[in-house]
Structure formats: C-alpha cells, structure tokens
C-alpha cells in the first residue's frame, strides 16, 4: 500500500497535542453584559474585543434591522461592480471625518485589508520595515508584497532609524500595530512619524485595538497623538477594524485622497471580493455616533483597568505571574510555559470565567500568557471576581 503526504495529518495533529498547542472552538450565545453561554455553560467572559459593549446595543441592532428590509442580507458583488451601497458610501464619509483625514475605504474585513493594501503599496526592490511584535496580517501581507522586509525590534525607534538610514530602496514603507492586541502597550506615533518625515517612508498605522477607545471622543491612536485633521500628515495611512469596539464588522482605511485613490484601484483583496452588505454599514453609522456621544464608556472602562491592575498587582505578589505594562484594556498576565497557562485557563473555566490561553505562535516562545480583554460591559464586581480567581490560582505557585 502507498503512502501519502496526506497520512501525516493525525501525527501532525497529535503533535499539537503533545506541545500544548492545540486550538479549540467554542460555540457560544451572548447573554447579558459580558456573560456569553459557552458550549452550553453561562461564563463571565474577558475575552472579547467587544471594548466598549456595543456588539448587543439596541440602536445597532435596530439599525442593522431596518436596513435589511431595504437593502437585504447581501451585497451581490464586489465595490466596483454592484456591491457598493448607498450606506456604505455614506459610512466611507463618515469615517473619514471621524477620524479627522481626507478619505476613507471600507473593507470587508481588517486582515483582508492588510494583506491587501500592503503590497498595494510596494512590491520587490522596495523595502517594509516591520515592528517584531506586528499582528500576523501585517506580517502577511508583508511577505505578500515581495518587497525586502526588515523587521526591527519591537518599539526599538533606533534600530528602525539604522535601518532606515541603511536602506536604499525606492519606496519605504513602516508598517506597526498602533496598540499591540497581545501586549496592550501602544506605539510611540510621533517617534515613527519623525523618522517616516526623516527617510521619505511611509507609515501603514494598525489602530485594531485603539479606534473607539482611545483619543478625544475615541477617534483612535492617531488622534490621541494629536496628528489628524490641519495636523494630519500625507506620510500616515491609517488603518482600523470595526468589529471590535465600534461592535460590528469589516475595517477601514484612511488618509491621503490621491493614496485611498490608488488603494482603491490596486488592492486586490478589495477589487475580487464581495462587498460588505449595507446592514453592516448602517450598523456602523450608528455605532460611530454612540462611539462619539458615550464617553461614559471609555471613562468606565478606564476605571476597570485601574481597579484590575491595582487589585491583581497586589493579589500576586510572590507569585511568577506577571501582569503586562500594559494601560489598554488589553491586559495580558505572562505565565510562560504553554501547559501552565492551559491549566490556568482551565481553572478560571471551572469557576465560571472565560480568559484565552495565548500560546506560541501568537506570542513568542516561552511567554504564554492569559490574554485579559475589559469591556464597558463588565461591572466593577465582574472584575473583582476575577481578581479573586486569580489570586486563589497563583496561590500555589508562591
């Protein structure tokens, strides 16, 4: 009997096993607040990136609702045939004057945009220069670009200055997450700008994890860094999802006229994909508008953070635990070896409370870690019920 490559998946997978690497689905049902029904299990969740609660609010939903009786559930084509809906036209403008730049263009999905824009904008003999600790779709659209890619340490703007200064190539381009989804700390905008203005580069921003959050009436990192509307340089291509804090679906991105122009007629995954349908967008537009009017949330959340990191700060002390520096309302608490944080995330499961175990190749070998996600949706007592589980956990281990 021959054998087949294809014989070597069971061993493949049992090797997953073995190194406790092994990813699960979950089938889960939201509840109220932050609690989802997972597998059947009512849990407390801290692992959503559902930042300011708005994924269940009413005005969404109805939003959503409303738009499928005119518009109906799909879209039918892509942008550039039939796919490019009144809403959706609607919401390119409005996300581009929330975020304070010239244009904006809506995708169907943040790792669609990345691993399409980027070699959109460059291709062989140009050259990437890449933060170490970049979200894999910049990384892959990176690589999908065929230009020289120099990753440089993570936030080491020296390094990223040498490099610059090295590189001849032709076009330049700095691509780094703006706050970084398994760290939770948060790039230094100007430094990388500076340096962008310096070299003639330009800087592809990933604000994933900062849009709705962060910034005045959270227009996202670049506008916390004071570089949007007259400050707002033709150098930044800003990119965000939208199916994280703004609740819903798709991504987009936004900058210079002429450069949303050339991304709208070079980006393959924008030109041979179906459409978002039109109930996302006018999800959407709703969602930027409580986005803007509820700084209740990002003031509420703010507060969770701290109430977190002060309790577990000294719930776990003496224990090999360590929280992240983090001031997002991404908190990660490195463990290290893989089947440590496994079982921690276990022991949480047991009592109610769902927090990922985030493991190699994610994060770099030897720092896995449980991956704390806050939420407007948690309560004060949803965070201090965690804190007690935590510490009741690393008890052991002291």
Not at 13 to 42: K, M, Y
Not at 53 to 68: E, R
Not at 255 to 276: C, H, I, M, N, P
Not at 377 to 386: F, I, K, N, R, W
Request: glycine share 10%; charged share 15%; proline share 5%.
């Amino acid at each position: 009997m021959t054998t087949s490559w294809l014989d070597e998946f069971p061993a493949r997978i049992a090797a997953l096993d073995d190194a406790h690497l092994r990813r699960l689905r979950r089938v889960v049902t939201p509840e109220s607040g932050a609690r989802l029904c997972v597998n059947g299990q009512s849990m407390l969740a801290f692992c959503s990136n559902d930042y300011l609660g708005l994924a269940t609010h009413p005005a969404l939903v109805q939003a959503a609702c409303d738009a499928a009786q005119v518009y109906g559930v799909g879209s039918g084509g892509s942008p550039l045939v039939s796919g490019h809906s009144a809403a959706n036209a609607a919401l390119e403008q409005e996300l581009a004057a929330f975020v304070g730049l010239a244009r904006a263009l809506y995708f169907y999905a943040g790792y669609a945009t990345n691993i399409g824009i980027i070699p959109a904008l460059v291709g062989a003999g140009d050259a990437i220069f890449s933060d170490a600790l970049n979200h894999a779709c910049l990384i892959d659209g990176a690589r999908l670009s065929r230009a020289q890619i120099h990753r440089y340490p993570h936030a080491d703007l020296a390094a990223l200055a040498h490099g610059l200064a090295q590189s001849s190539a032709p076009r330049k381009l700095v691509i780094s997450d703006a706050v970084f989804s398994m760290d939770g700390d948060s790039a230094d905008i100007p430094g990388l700008l500076a340096l962008c203005e310096q070299h003639d580069a330009l800087l592809l921003l990933d604000d994933a994890h900062g849009f709705g959050v962060l910034g005045p009436q959270g227009r996202g990192s670049l506008a916390a860094a004071g570089l949007i509307g007259p400050n707002a340089s033709r150098r930044v291509l800003y990119m965000a999802t939208l199916g994280k804090a703004a609740g819903v679906a798709g991504a987009f991105v936004a900058g210079d006229d002429a450069l949303v122009e050339w991304l709208l007629q070079k980006t393959r995954s924008y030109t041979f994909a179906t459409a978002a349908p039109a109930l996302l967008a006018s999800a959407l537009r709703v969602s930027l508008q409580v986005i803007e009017q509820d700084d209740w949330r990002r003031t509420h959340l703010q507060r969770l953070i701290a109430r977190l990191r002060a309790g577990l700060t000294t719930g776990l002390q003496g224990s090999s635990w360590q929280l992240s520096d983090s001031q997002t309302a991404i908190q990660p608490l490195l463990i290290g070896p893989n089947d440590e944080a496994l079982a921690a995330m276990e022991g949480l499961r047991l009592r109610g409370i769902w927090v990922p175990a985030i493991r190699p190749p994610t994060v770099p070998e030897g720092t896995a870690r449980l991956r704390i996600a806050l939420s407007a949706a948690h309560t004060e007592g949803d965070v201090d019920q965690l804190i007690d589980a935590l510490t009741t956990l690393a008890k052991p281990l002291r």
